[in-house]
């Protein structure tokens, strides 16, 4: 049985930094894409970002609502992904779920399995 837990979350000061993780449990073939959604009170889940990985390339893919602040990694021998966040401003409050799929991409019916999020609150 397939899950993710995201660990991380938390309050911050808008500017500051939070890295989130996301590990894997059962087995999430490291070809899977791994993905980022977030998701703010009354407002649909939204991308922002996305890693495919295979033996010879990484392709990352963001939002342009976090490009150039957020950086997305993936870990294979620990099974863990990882969001990292700078300059955090206040609209980036939101819960952040970790998702993983054969297909991927910023469409997230394209994911099969989905952690439980993470609260993120940056306050200004």
């Known amino acids: 049985q397939v899950q993710l837990a995201e660990s ?11 890295r989130l993780a996301c590990e894997f449990s059962g087995y999430i073939s490291n070809s899977y894409t791994v993905g980022w959604f977030r998701q703010s009170s ?7 970002a ?8 990484t392709e990352t893919f963001y939002a342009s609502s976090v490009k ?36 991927g991409g910023q469409d997230p019916d394209k994911y099969a399995w989905w952690g439980q999020g993470t609260q993120v609150t ?3």
């Not at 938390?10 to 939070?18: D, I, R």
């Not at 294979?76 to 799929?101: H, I």
């Open 42 to 48: 009354g407002k649909d889940r939204e991308f922002a």
């Open 8 to 18: 991380g979350g938390g309050l911050v000061q808008a500017g500051g930094s939070l």
């Open 68 to 103: 150039g602040r957020f950086t997305i990694s993936r870990d294979n021998a620990k099974g863990t992904a990882y969001l990292e966040m700078s300059n955090l401003k206040p609209e980036d409050t939101a819960v952040y779920y970790c998702a993983a799929g054969a297909r």
């Open 50 to 57: 996305y890693l495919a990985w295979t033996p010879w390339s």
């Open 122 to 124: 940056v306050s200004s």
